[in-house]
């Protein structure tokens, strides 16, 4: 299909002119919409809510973006401060990546975040869904934005068929580009729509076909939505008693002490009923750089 998309299949088109009206009226209101929005707060946005509902992230970044608004104010700060401001988005992991490419963006970019895909997929903790989300939303460009809202929509509207989850295949790309909108501001629009409409309305279990603009063009709802739900590559693993939440309970105390301060072994112990459950996750803390081991009889966040 040719960029300036001229026999572009009615149901398409009719699509594109769908959503784009319903995106008008539908959209959430969200800070980083806002038209002044810089690109390095979009990479902030797109990086926090990576596996995290945009609802949770709107406190975490309205904050993050007062403490550091841009790549330089970031870089300069300390892997504890960052870590505590990360707080409960999960996967803090995320935060020591985003200094890094703070970093990286000031001392390689002369602290204006790059412009071009390999620019950008070369920056740590960048990878393809980031770099074309930031091109589009960012910077306006014409590239398709694949994430697991928007495979799910594209999938049923266009094949007819459930998507089953997992890693992005190379026909999720090949329909994702079919699709696309030839402007690139149309394009633009497209993308934040369909990752909206998957967000709130063609959700994963519970599709909203009676209130979604594209029940007309559906070929998932006209085919009886076969397979609804259906296909996750794996099942969901509970919070409750993960690693993750041990490494969460941790980290949540650390957070909660003064500047510099360690937290001592003997209380270290207390946070955790179980000593070799508790043990491994310090180990994989350390090991991610989120801790610091001190002298072997205290913790702390890492200066």
Aim: charged share 20%; with cysteine; glycine share 8%.
């Amino acid at each position: 299909m040719t960029g300036s998309q001229k026999n572009v299949p009615r149901p398409i088109q009719r699509s594109h002119t769908l959503l784009a009206h319903w995106w008008e009226s539908g959209a959430r209101d969200l800070p980083w919409r806002n038209r002044s929005t810089t690109p390095w707060a979009i990479l902030v946005c797109e990086v926090m809510s990576q596996q995290t509902q945009m609802s949770r992230v709107v406190p975490y970044w309205k904050k993050w973006m007062e403490l550091w608004p841009d790549a330089a104010t970031l870089a300069d700060a300390t892997p504890a401060e960052v870590i505590t401001a990360w707080g409960r988005l999960g996967y803090p992991r995320r935060a020591l990546r985003l200094k890094a490419c703070a970093q990286q963006v000031r001392d390689r970019f002369n602290n204006q975040l790059p412009q071009t895909y390999e620019e950008l997929i070369s920056l740590p903790g960048i990878g393809d869904y980031t770099a074309n989300a930031v091109l589009s939303f960012a910077y306006g460009q014409r590239v398709a934005v694949i994430d697991t809202n928007i495979r799910r929509v594209l999938t049923r509207v266009f094949t007819g068929v459930e998507s089953h989850g997992g890693a992005t295949k190379p026909q999720d790309k090949v329909l994702a580009e079919e699709v696309l909108p030839g402007q690139a501001q149309e394009a633009v629009v497209w993308n934040q729509a369909t990752m909206e409409l998957g967000a709130l309305v063609c959700t994963a279990k519970n599709p909203d076909c009676s209130q979604c603009p594209l029940n007309g063009v559906c070929a998932f709802l006209k085919a009886g939505c076969p397979g609804l739900g259906e296909g996750r590559t794996r099942p969901r693993q509970h919070f409750r008693g993960t690693d993750r939440q041990v490494r969460g309970v941790i980290l949540a105390a650390l957070r909660e002490l003064p500047v510099g301060s360690s937290l001592p072994m003997n209380e270290v112990d207390n946070l955790w009923p179980d000593a070799s459950q508790l043990g491994s996750c310090l180990a994989s803390l350390d090991d991610d750089g989120l801790i610091e081991i001190v002298g072997g009889d205290s913790i702390r966040l890492p200066g």
